[in-house]
């Protein structure tokens, strides 16, 4: 590979090359599992071939801009600068051409027409960090966040290659795949081959998968295919069940998403089709977001000791900056609604993917009528037919929420998901950065919210720290908040009419001069009720608010901060209150969350104590809660000092029965 030196035992080296300019000009300073830095690609790789003899003879014909060539062949060499080499600057800063832009690269012009006509004019880092390496032949190891156009920069340089090397013979009717890409859905499957159409100028892609009929593929296969894309189950079907499938005339092989073909079960599947291709000298490539051990394994086993890890995650970090991650408390049985909230009040407008652990989680959400959007469901017991319908209308803006288990999260490239909502954290840090990076992709900023109990603090510790996300804590949506969004969301809708150049219609000018004839001419008046109306009306306890730690209505949260400085315990917060409000009111306090900066603590009361709360001074130190700090959860809570084994130092479990109005005080434990 042009300035990469690999050693025998297959790390690259980082040091530059003197007998190449080329190396100075695009050393990805890489080793075997290290991070690849940012590349400078340059013109002069397409002119790999020529001698140095040659370089001489045409040295004196050359242009301004091949000079810089010159200067960079020989920019290693100690000898003293000329003339022209010192005007370089002057040059380089009149060359208006970004290092990432398209015609850098050894792409065909076709190809360079087709990517400008979907406004592709650069490439995004982990294609510009890889396409040589491809082109060059090099086995490789890639990896990249979720949605940084990881499929072009594996199609892109193959593509070229093979168009490039095109003796004729890949037109043979009957001919096997040339290329071979396994990826772990169905969906991810049409998405790849769909990019391998776009470039491929003739190219025969076929996509094979699950639940699709077997003779129109055979058929395809018949008349001789070149690119072969498919799921690992109907790949295998076709090498041994129907033995319709040979590897004679294969080069390349891909696989896509490798982890997640892990998660679902196919790493049999995988070394099947891989020990089926035998010793047929194949370039393979391995495009993943995260390298679990059985990904290493493989890649040991089936790679070349020569290949070229390129990780674009740097330190470790698999989760898109461009995300920003929020974690919300809530109580198990108000899930449906608070998702519902979520969506009405962070999504806007945009699309919104929500993510249930089970198919039957998810068709009870839809049907939910505190969740009370418009959405679809996704998960296995879709039919393909129906699958199909399903995403398109998602894609089409006909409905703009998806309820999906996490055959979602593999291989979906849909644009335009501002949100992402998960009804529980998944147990595992991968599947977390899979399912949070449907949103902001392609450098679109993006919101995922992962709702929880204290039953699941343990799994969002554990993603925090493997997939190093910083999260933000999040209270339950308001009333009044939702209100103020549904009113933003009206009054910017009735701006936009009364800006157009379409006119009012008479009629609804008519009833607009009796609503506000009906009601004695108060136009105000009339207006905020057509906005309400607008938004399915709000009843008069709407704006009440309720817990933002469990988003249950018969609870309001209030701040407790101390007056004596730090917090050590929950026994302080709890003598503070006691000083303000009587044995009823405290033995009712429930969900008690210490900050964590020690400065006090978060609780919920009955909604009951809600005028009373709002009544208390400031200098209390206790008011309503409209924001939650950050808090430390139940699996940071270091054991109590002494006094029995509850929580907070309050007995047994944590639970006093007390004899007040309120009755028992149950902790918020998210049982079901």
């Given at each position: 590979?042009?300035?990469?030196?690999?050693?025998?035992?297959?790390?690259?080296?980082?040091?530059k090359?003197?007998?190449?300019?080329?190396?100075s000009?695009?050393?990805?300073?890489?080793?075997?599992?290290?991070s690849?830095?940012a590349?400078?690609?340059?013109?002069?790789?397409?002119r790999?071939?020529?001698?140095?003899s040659?370089?001489?003879?045409?040295k004196?014909?050359?242009?301004?801009?091949?000079?810089?060539?010159?200067?960079?062949?020989?920019?290693?060499?100690?000898?003293?600068?000329t003339?022209?080499?010192?005007?370089?600057?002057?040059?380089?800063?009149?060359?208006?051409?970004?290092?990432?832009?398209?015609?850098?690269?050894?792409?065909?012009?076709?190809?360079?027409?087709?990517?400008?006509?979907?406004?592709?004019?650069?490439?995004?880092?982990?294609?510009?960090n890889?396409?040589?390496?491809?082109?060059?032949g090099?086995?490789?190891?890639?990896?990249?966040?979720?949605?940084?156009g990881?499929?072009?920069?594996?199609?892109?340089?193959?593509?070229?290659?093979?168009?490039?090397?095109?003796?004729?013979?890949r037109?043979?009717?009957?001919?096997?795949?040339q290329?071979?890409?396994v990826a772990?859905?169905?969906?991810l499957a049409?998405?790849?081959?769909?990019?391998?159409e776009?470039?491929?100028q003739?190219?025969?892609?076929?996509?094979?998968y699950?639940?699709?009929?077997?003779?129109?593929?055979?058929?395809a296969?018949?008349?001789?295919?070149?690119?072969?894309?498919?799921?690992?189950?109907?790949i295998?079907d076709?090498?041994?069940?129907?033995q319709?499938?040979?590897f004679?005339?294969?080069?390349?092989?891909?696989?896509?998403?490798?982890?997640?073909?892990?998660?679902?079960?196919?790493?049999?599947?995988?070394?099947?089709?891989l020990?089926?291709?035998?010793?047929?000298?194949?370039?393979?490539?391995?495009?993943?977001?995260?390298?679990?051990?059985?990904?290493e394994?493989?890649?040991?086993?089936y790679?070349?000791?020569?290949?070229?890890?390129?990780?674009?995650?740097?330190?470790?970090?698999?989760?898109?900056?461009?995300?920003?991650?929020?974690?919300?408390?809530?109580?198990?049985?108000?899930?449906?609604?608070?998702i519902?909230?979520?969506?009405?009040?962070?999504?806007?407008?945009?699309?919104?993917?929500?993510?249930a652990?089970?198919?039957?989680?998810?068709?009870?959400?839809?049907?939910?009528?505190?969740?009370?959007?418009?959405?679809?469901?996704?998960?296995?017991?879709?039919?393909?037919?129906?699958?199909e319908?399903?995403?398109?209308?998602f894609?089409?803006?006909?409905?703009?929420v998806?309820?999906?288990?996490?055959?979602?999260?593999?291989?979906l490239?849909?644009?335009?998901?501002?949100?992402?909502?998960?009804?529980?954290?998944?147990?595992?840090?991968?599947?977390?950065?899979?399912?949070?990076?449907?949103?902001?992709?392609?450098?679109?900023?993006?919101?995922?919210?992962?709702?929880?109990?204290?039953?699941?603090?343990?799994?969002?510790?554990?993603?925090?720290?493997?997939a190093?996300?910083?999260?933000?804590?999040?209270?339950?949506?308001?009333?009044?908040?939702?209100?103020?969004?549904?009113v933003?969301a009206?009054?910017?809708?009735?701006?936009?009419v009364?800006?157009?150049?379409?006119?009012?219609?008479?009629?609804?000018?008519?009833?607009?001069?009796?609503?506000?004839?009906?009601?004695?001419?108060?136009a105000?008046k009339v207006?905020?009720?057509?906005?309400?109306?607008?938004n399915g009306?709000?009843?008069?306890?709407?704006?009440?608010p309720?817990?933002?730690?469990?988003?249950?209505s018969?609870?309001?949260?209030?701040?407790?901060?101390?007056?004596?400085?730090?917090v050590?315990?929950?026994?302080?917060?709890?003598?503070?209150?006691?000083?303000?409000?009587?044995?009823?009111?405290?033995?009712?306090v429930?969900?008690?969350?210490?900050?964590?900066?020690?400065?006090g603590?978060?609780?919920?009361?009955p909604v009951?104590?809600?005028?009373?709360?709002?009544?208390?001074?400031?200098?209390?130190?206790?008011?309503?809660a409209?924001?939650?700090?950050d808090?430390?959860?139940?699996?940071?809570m270091?054991?109590?000092?002494?006094?029995g084994?509850?929580?907070?130092?309050?007995?047994?479990g944590?639970?006093?029965?007390?004899?007040?109005?309120?009755?028992q005080?149950?902790?918020?434990?998210?049982?079901?």
């Open positions: 590979m042009a300035g990469v030196r690999k050693s025998d035992d297959g790390k690259v080296s980082t040091k090359s003197k007998k190449s300019s080329k190396t000009e695009h050393d990805p300073s890489l080793t075997n599992g290290t690849l830095t590349t400078k690609p340059s013109k002069e790789k397409s790999k071939s020529e001698s140095d040659d370089k001489k003879a045409k004196k014909k050359r242009s301004r801009e091949n000079d810089d060539e010159s200067k960079a062949v020989d920019a290693d060499a100690p000898k003293k600068k003339k022209k080499e010192k005007s370089a600057p002057k040059e380089d800063a009149g060359d208006a051409v970004p290092e990432n832009a398209v015609s850098r690269f050894r792409i065909s012009p076709a190809n360079v027409k087709t990517l400008a006509a979907q406004g592709i004019t650069s490439l995004f880092p982990i294609q510009t890889t396409f040589d390496i491809i082109y060059d090099n086995d490789i190891i890639a990896r990249a966040k979720t949605g940084s990881k499929t072009l920069a594996f199609a892109l340089p193959v593509v070229e290659r093979i168009l490039a090397n095109d003796d004729g013979g037109r043979r009717p009957g001919r096997g795949p290329v071979l890409v772990p859905t169905r969906e049409k998405q790849v081959a769909t990019v391998f776009s470039v491929g003739g190219l025969q892609t076929l996509t094979v699950g639940g699709a009929p077997y003779q129109p593929q055979e058929n296969m018949r008349r001789g295919i070149d690119v072969l894309v498919g799921t690992p189950g109907r295998n076709f090498l041994n069940k129907r319709f499938l040979r004679d005339n294969l080069d390349y092989v891909i696989l896509d998403e490798a982890d997640e073909m892990l998660n679902d079960g196919f790493a049999k599947d995988i070394e099947a089709i020990s089926a291709i035998g010793d047929r000298p194949t370039q393979k490539l391995l495009f993943s977001a995260t390298i679990p051990d059985w990904v394994k493989v890649a040991k086993k790679l070349s000791p020569d290949k070229v890890v390129v990780d674009l995650i740097q330190a470790k970090i698999s989760t898109n900056p461009d995300i920003t991650h929020y974690q919300m408390p809530v109580y198990w049985t108000e899930k449906h609604k608070v519902g909230d979520c969506v009405r009040l962070y999504a806007k407008d945009g699309r919104t993917i929500v993510f652990p089970t198919k039957k989680e998810c068709n009870e959400m839809v049907v939910d009528t505190r969740f009370a959007l418009e959405a679809q469901v996704l998960h296995g017991d879709i039919s393909q037919a129906q699958r319908s399903t995403l398109k209308g894609r089409d803006g006909k409905f703009k998806l309820v999906a288990t996490d055959v979602a999260a593999r291989g490239d849909i644009t335009g998901v501002d949100l992402v909502v998960q009804s529980e954290p998944p147990p595992d840090h991968e599947t977390y950065v899979h399912r949070s990076g449907r949103t902001g992709r392609a450098g679109a900023k993006g919101i995922s919210i992962t709702l929880y109990t204290p039953r699941h603090v343990f799994w969002l510790q554990q993603i925090t720290r493997k190093r996300v910083d999260f933000k804590i999040l209270g339950c949506p308001q009333q009044s908040d939702l209100i103020g969004a549904a933003g009206s009054v910017e809708a009735a701006r936009a009364l800006q157009s150049k379409h006119t009012i219609h008479r009629d609804w000018r008519a009833a607009a001069r009796d609503l506000v004839s009906a009601f004695d001419n108060d105000e207006v905020a009720a057509c906005l309400m109306a607008a009306g709000v009843t008069a306890s709407g704006s009440m309720s817990s933002l730690l469990t988003g249950q018969q609870y309001v949260t209030v701040s407790v901060t101390s007056q004596r400085g730090r050590f315990g929950s026994g302080q917060i709890f003598n503070q209150l006691r000083q303000h409000f009587d044995a009823s009111v405290v033995d009712a429930k969900n008690m969350r210490m900050r964590a900066d020690q400065a603590a978060v609780c919920d009361l009951e104590c809600y005028a009373e709360v709002a009544a208390l001074p400031e200098s209390t130190g206790i008011a309503l409209t924001t939650l700090p808090i430390v959860e139940k699996a940071d270091p054991p109590p000092a002494r006094g084994a509850g929580r907070y130092s309050r007995g047994s944590g639970q006093s029965n007390g004899n007040g109005r309120y009755g005080r149950n902790q918020w434990n998210g049982r079901r």
